[in-house]
């Protein structure tokens, strides 16, 4: 599903409830954020194909879910200093291509960018990722717009590098 969809979906149940008079339930909030809680709230909201793909090498999930006409990556780091909570996690997308932008243009993007960065990485291709910080918790209403605003920075750079699925 694109950002869009999820924008319109998000925006229809605002106005549902706005008509039927009916309050709106509080955000959850999760104040020891483990990988599980991610991976769930990913799910609660849209991100049905969202599924462990791998562990790294302190054994921590790596997950897996597309965002756009990519496939996204979350890292997890700083776990386990309070039993399995992260401090922090990474949204994480990268592509493989035979041609790449000028580093003038991942620049420019940049620059029009608040939460995000792109570069080229070490194999030549171009990735974007951003940084969330977990520790004191979250609730699931921040990460799904965090998520959702990183989404639509990804559509912006797929356009950008001129990526087709």
């Not at 791998?54 to 776990?79: M, Q, R, W």
């Not at 997308?93 to 993007?109: C, E, H, L, M, Q």
């Amino acid at each position: 599903m694109n950002g869009t969809f999820h924008r319109i979906a998000l925006g229809a149940v605002v106005a549902a409830l706005a008509f039927s008079g009916t309050v709106a339930q509080a955000a959850e909030y999760i104040g020891t954020v483990e990988p599980d809680n991610i991976l769930q709230m990913l799910r609660d909201n849209g991100y049905e194909d969202a599924r462990i793909a791998d562990h790294d090498y302190e054994e921590l999930p790596i997950l897996n879910f597309t965002l756009g006409d990519s496939k996204a990556v979350v890292y997890f780091y700083e776990c386990g200093k309070t039993g399995k909570a992260c401090e922090f996690l990474q949204l994480y997308v990268g592509w493989a291509t035979d041609s790449r932008p000028s580093f003038k243009a991942i620049n420019d993007f940049n620059a029009g960018e608040r939460f995000s960065q792109a570069y080229i990485d070490n194999e030549d291709d171009p990735v974007i990722e951003q940084w969330v910080t977990l520790e004191g918790g979250i609730s699931d209403v921040n990460f799904i717009n965090t998520v959702a605003t990183f989404e639509q920075t990804v559509e912006k750079f797929e356009d950008l590098i001129g990526w087709e699925q």
